[in-house]
């Protein structure tokens, strides 16, 4: 999603439609599950370049996808002024025909809530004690495993009918773009100094697409990095140290869990609930 296809809207959009597309290294699992988006760029099939044996001829092309940050889009550097909330994800809206509505629409039924869990690392330890509490808070809680991410038009209409996503700090959060203007992203962010590469990748363009924007830092009590190492080692003590030696992917991306303290969390997300249904 931020690797190409928000560069390709960038890029693509504005010929609406009458545009070629012609990939290097052919991805074709990549394409399959764009499907719906790329037919949305381009009327014709892409072109699989490297098994390609035509000489093709074109009035004019562009080579490159012009990107501009991490999920986002800078109206200024835009040709033509495209920005994510009413750009890219009003494109994504009539792609998977979704209501453009805001999530207040539907402040007469409980808030939902889409919990993104992942499988492998950075994995919610105590998911069902968390759905458990979201529920007593007052959400209608939707589980998406990533399983349920790879249907895309199905996922999207899914995350398109929430008012909040939760999840700890990982890709599955790219699914944001499909959540109605003004919802609220919580991202879960893992032990380890990570708050500011977290808002990098997900708070700031949360933030651009017109979403609300909440953290939850875990504490080192939540963190299973605390089952491996003392609390004087540098995971601890320290955490910028292992920033600096470069080891952020192997110590505090893959190699902790997050156990969240029920209570703490609780109370985080009832403020979260408070602040979509008085207002
Ligand atoms: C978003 O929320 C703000 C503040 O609650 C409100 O003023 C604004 O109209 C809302 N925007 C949409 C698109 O619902
Ligand atoms: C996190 O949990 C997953 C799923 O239970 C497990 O496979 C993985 O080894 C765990 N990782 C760590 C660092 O504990």
């Known amino acids: 999603m931020s690797d190409v296809i928000v560069p390709l809207f960038i890029t693509a959009r504005e010929y609406e439609g009458h545009v070629q597309l012609l990939a290097t290294d052919y991805d074709a699992a990549l394409f399959e599950k764009h499907r719906a988006v790329i037919a949305a760029l381009s009327l014709y099939p892409v072109i699989d370049m490297d098994r390609d044996a035509a000489v093709r ?26 920005d994510m909330a009413a750009g890219f994800n009003g494109f994504l809206r009539s792609v998977f025909s979704l209501p453009s509505s805001s999530s207040a629409g539907r402040r007469n039924n409980k808030p939902r809530l889409v919990m993104v ?8 330890t105590n998911e069902a004690e968390a759905v458990a509490a979201l529920t007593e808070v007052g959400f209608e809680v939707v589980v998406a495993g990533e399983g349920d991410v790879s249907d895309m038009a199905r996922f999207a209409e899914t995350v398109n009918s929430c008012d909040v996503m939760v999840g700890v700090h990982g890709a599955g959060l790219t699914n944001m773009v499909f959540l109605p ?35 939850y830092e875990v504490t080192a009590e939540e963190t299973t990095l605390k089952d491996k190492y003392p609390r004087d080692h540098p995971v601890f003590a320290d955490p910028l140290s292992i920033h600096s030696k470069g080891q952020v992917w ?23 609930y408070l602040s979509i249904t008085t207002e």
Request: glycine share 8%.
């Open 57 to 82: 001829c074109f009035p004019a092309a562009r080579v490159g996808m012009e990107s501009h940050r991490i999920l986002g889009i800078d109206p200024a550097r835009s040709r033509h002024g495209y």
């Open 117 to 124: 869990l992942r499988s492998h690392s950075r994995v919610l």
């Open 181 to 215: 203007r003004n919802a609220t992203l919580v991202q879960v962010i893992p032990w380890g100094a990570m708050k500011w590469p977290c808002w990098y990748d997900f708070g700031e363009p949360a933030t651009g697409m017109g979403l609300r924007y909440v953290e």
């Open 250 to 272: 192997e110590y505090f991306l893959q190699g902790q869990n997050v156990t969240l303290d029920i209570p703490r969390f609780r109370e985080a997300m009832h403020q979260v």
